[in-house]
């Protein structure tokens, strides 16, 4: 039987949707496929300890990918936006690199580099071509006529969501850069 779960996760959130799709396998759900922006297909399992990792890849991997991650013993589930879904026994892991997808902390350091220039830069882009412009017409009084209050408010909501997801994005993965920088 299958569930769906809507559950939200920012790009920032990877370690946390690793540790919720693994809380989700010990209840007996293991994951089967994502759809966008925020469900998850679930198939009702015997419920057992599953670690699940991502992995970022803004461009489609080489076959020497796919054999090396299938090679350390992982599965592929899903693809959601440009992130890889894995998963892997805890059983079949004997030590602490072999519940990572990539041990070397150089790699961990790219990902989060391709994160930020490929998810969070679009952000920025949207937020000072569309956002901005906007929210200034706004508050110079060009925006007249019975729409202006509504495009106020999306706006301004725009706006506080755009500055919060930029601002907790950014320091998030720039705390995990600079962990794995160290």
Partial sequence: MRKTLLHFFTIADFKEEEIWLR???????????????CFYIFE???????IYRLDYQNIKPGDDYWK???????EYIAHCLNWNYFRK??????NEEEGELFS????????????LTTRLIPLLII?????????SRILSGEMVGP??????????????????????CGNKLRKLKDKYSN
């Avoid at 009702?44 to 599953?50: A, G, L, S, T, W």
């Avoid at 090396?68 to 992982?74: A, Q, R, V, Y």
């Avoid at 509504?150 to 706006?159: D, G, K, Q, R, V």
């Fill in 23 to 37: 809380e989700q396998h010990k209840k007996g759900l293991k994951l089967v496929k994502m759809i966008i922006p």
């Fill in 44 to 50: 009702e399992c015997e419920p057992e300890d599953v």
């Fill in 68 to 74: 090396m991650l299938e090679d350390f013993g992982w």
């Fill in 89 to 94: 026994k805890e059983a079949d892991i004997s």
């Fill in 104 to 115: 070397d902390n150089a790699s961990k350091v790219e990902m989060i580099r391709s994160v």
């Fill in 127 to 135: 937020f000072f071509c569309c956002i901005i412009p906007n929210i």
């Fill in 147 to 168: 729409w202006a209050r509504a495009f106020t408010i999306i706006y301004s909501f725009l706006f506080v969501l755009y500055i919060y997801l930029i601002a907790y």
